[in-house]
Structure formats: structure tokens, C-alpha cells
């Protein structure tokens, strides 16, 4: 492992976020020492969901060997591969893999340069890593619940993809799928059916303020403020006052400039909203505009089902402990390379409550 902490910082920032994934880092490192470790824990879950079975007598008693991934059938001798029928399946080492579920059962977000400069591995892999995880987590929402238009989330589509039209903006996959799919008239993989499908768009969403986003507002004036003197001046902690500022900002009632700081946009007087509490779905996906600006700056349309799903992940800690994590990735079984790259989120999105927002 070539992990050191100052290439994980950049900089020697003070992130929190990243703060808190080298505090959890040295926790998994401490459990986890070793390839043979995470091949251990593997195998105890493998055995306690009896998904382990001979492939020629079926029986469950194995010896596993000191080349980590090799058992032997007791009964008949047959030997086979601990990752065999699991999505670890290929995989060179496994201790990757279970970094990056650690780190997202306890609810950080985790970047593919992230997990490189953790594990060492590329970042590529890493990449392929997260997706293949992220797409498990996403193939468990609830198809049936919320669904949202895509041009809810334009305003953090800022990533190219293999669907994105040539010389245009990641956006414009929006239009693009749209359109595709009124020719087609087929679902596409991601699709879910049978949901609701909701149409509102982000300035719909914010047209009324939560008390604290309309305080905030109010705190806000031509002088530019930097983000620890609105926290000091509102008293709302850093996520809240994240969360708000980005609503503002989608409201057009306040601008972000370089550094941090925050100016308001236009005349609270002439353009006041009216105070209201907002559904707990819209928080949701306020919310997650913020988590997305924040941790990714922005995503691709093509993946956005996927970093919907890391969100759930991230704010359900009772649904997304370690061992539910692994449970799932190794019933979905291996996924290739190609269903990742023909991976595309439907034009409608899902989105599960957690019980983060359901409290
Ligand atoms: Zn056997």
C-alpha cells in the first residue's frame, strides 16, 4: 500500500470531509490489515448467508487455503475461488473493494482519486470500483417510489459521458434522452416502471424558503461574506448552511463567488418569497444537489441514477451498514465491464427517502 496522508490532502487542507476518511481510514486499517484480513471477512459472510456451495456436491464445508482465495471442498476436493460467483469476481485484490464499502458504510463520500490515494490501486479501478458498488445500491431503490425529471438536476450535469452529443454540454444528454426515448418508447435498464412521475423543475422547488434558508437570506448583502462568517453570523451548522446556500443560489437569491464567499443577488425586498416547509422528497434533492456540488462538483447525466443511490447510501446509515453493503454486492453477483459502459440512467429518476430525511 502506497497510502500516505499528504497525497491524500492535498495541500494539507482541512476539509472535513476528508478529515473524517483518514479518521475512518486508520479505523479500516487497524480491522482490516491485510488482503488475508478482508479475504477472512469475506468468507465468514459468505458462509453465515450460506453462499458458499460446492459447485460439484453442493456441500459447504470447506478448507480454505493459505493463498487466500482458494478452498477445497471437504467432501468431494473440488476446488474453487472465494470470489467465484461474487461481483469481486476478477479482481486482483479484494482489500480495495472493501475499503471502499467501509468508507461508505460509515456515510463519506468517497471519490475515485479518493480511494486511489488510499489503496494505491489506479484510478481507473478505482473508478470501476465505485460504479460496479454504486450500481448494486442503485438496483435496490425502491422502483416503485418518487421518481423526478432529469432537468431537476441540470444544474449539476456538468460531466461529460459517451452519451454526451459532440460540442455540446453534458446538459444537453438531457434533450438528447428525452427525445430518444419518445422515439423508442421502451424502457431503458435503469427505467422503473409503474412510479409516478414528477415534472417540477429546480426553480418550482425553491419557490418558497425554509425558515432558516430565508434567515440566511436576510444575512446576505453586497458585501461578500465568507462561509465561516455566515456560520457565525446564523448559527446553522456547515451542512445546513450548505444545504441553504445552495437553494440560494438555485433561487437566484444569492451568487458564490471565488473563495468561498457570498454576495446576495437580488432585492429581498421586491423578490421575497413566501416562508414555507418544504416536502421532505424536495429536501431530499435539495440536499443532494448540495452532497453532489460538494463532494463531486458535478456528475454526468449518464451516471446520475448512480450518485442518487451513493447518496442514499451515504444519509441511510441504518439501511447501508458494512456487512448489508457486502451482503449485496456479492448476491448481485459479478457485473462486467460492458454493463458498466452501457450503463444510462433513466430519463426519470428514483428516489428512495432515507430515514436521514424520513426523521
Ligand atoms: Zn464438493
Not at 244 to 252: N, Q, R
Amino acid at each position: 500500500m502506497t497510502f500516505t496522508y499528504d497525497s491524500f490532502l492535498d495541500n494539507r487542507d482541512s476539509n472535513p470531509e476528508k478529515q473524517a476518511i483518514i479518521k475512518s481510514w486508520i479505523k479500516f486499517e487497524a480491522e482490516y490489515p491485510s488482503e488475508f484480513a478482508c479475504c477472512s471477512y469475506l468468507h465468514e459472510v459468505l458462509l453465515r448467508e450460506g453462499l458458499l456451495k460446492c459447485d460439484s456436491c453442493f456441500k459447504s464445508d470447506f478448507n480454505r487455503q493459505r493463498a487466500l482465495r482458494t478452498l477445497s471442498c471437504k467432501n468431494c476436493g473440488k476446488k474453487q475461488w472465494l470470489t467465484a460467483k461474487t461481483i469481486f469476481r476478477g479482481a486482483k485484490t479484494v482489500r480495495p473493494w472493501l475499503a471502499a464499502l467501509w468508507l461508505m458504510s460509515e456515510g463519506l463520500a468517497l471519490s475515485s482519486t479518493g480511494l486511489e490515494r488510499l489503496t494505491g490501486i489506479k484510478q481507473s479501478s478505482a473508478l470501476n470500483i465505485l460504479r460496479k458498488i454504486r450500481l448494486v445500491i442503485s438496483e435496490s431503490m425502491n422502483t416503485q417510489g418518487e421518481r423526478r425529471s432529469s432537468e431537476m438536476f441540470s444544474s449539476i450535469i456538468i460531466k461529460r459521458s459517451r452519451e454526451t452529443p459532440q460540442r455540446e454540454h453534458p446538459r444537453m444528454e438531457i434533450t438528447n434522452t428525452q427525445k430518444k426515448m419518445e422515439e423508442e418508447q421502451s424502457p431503458t435498464r435503469a427505467e422503473p416502471l409503474g412510479a409516478e412521475i414528477i415534472t417540477s423543475t429546480p426553480s418550482e422547488l425553491t419557490n418558497f424558503l425554509t425558515e432558516k434558508e430565508y434567515l440566511l437570506q436576510k444575512k446576505l448583502g453586497d458585501e461578500p461574506l465568507s462561509f465561516d462568517t455566515l456560520l457565525e453570523r446564523t448559527g446553522l451548522s456547515p451542512s445546513q448552511l450548505s444545504a441553504s446556500l445552495t437553494i440560494l443560489e438555485l433561487s437566484s437569491l444569492a451568487v458564490r463567488l471565488s473563495g468561498d464567499r457570498y454576495i446576495r443577488k437580488v432585492d429581498h425586498e421586491k423578490h421575497s418569497k413566501r416562508l414555507c416547509s418544504r416536502n421532505k422528497i424536495d429536501q431530499c434533492i435539495l440536499d443532494f444537489i448540495d452532497f453532489v456540488r460538494q463532494s463531486f462538483h458535478g456528475v454526468s447525466r449518464k451516471y446520475l441514477q448512480h450518485y442518487i443511490a451513493a447518496y442514499w447510501c451515504k444519509t441511510d446509515r441504518l439501511r447501508w451498514s458494512l456487512d448489508k453493503l457486502l451482503i449485496s454486492c456479492i448476491r448481485s453477483g459479478p457485473v462486467s465491464y460492458k454493463e458498466l459502459l452501457n450503463y444510462v440512467s433513466a430519463q426519470d429518476l428514483c428516489f428512495s427517502l432515507s430515514e436521514y430525511h424520513e426523521n
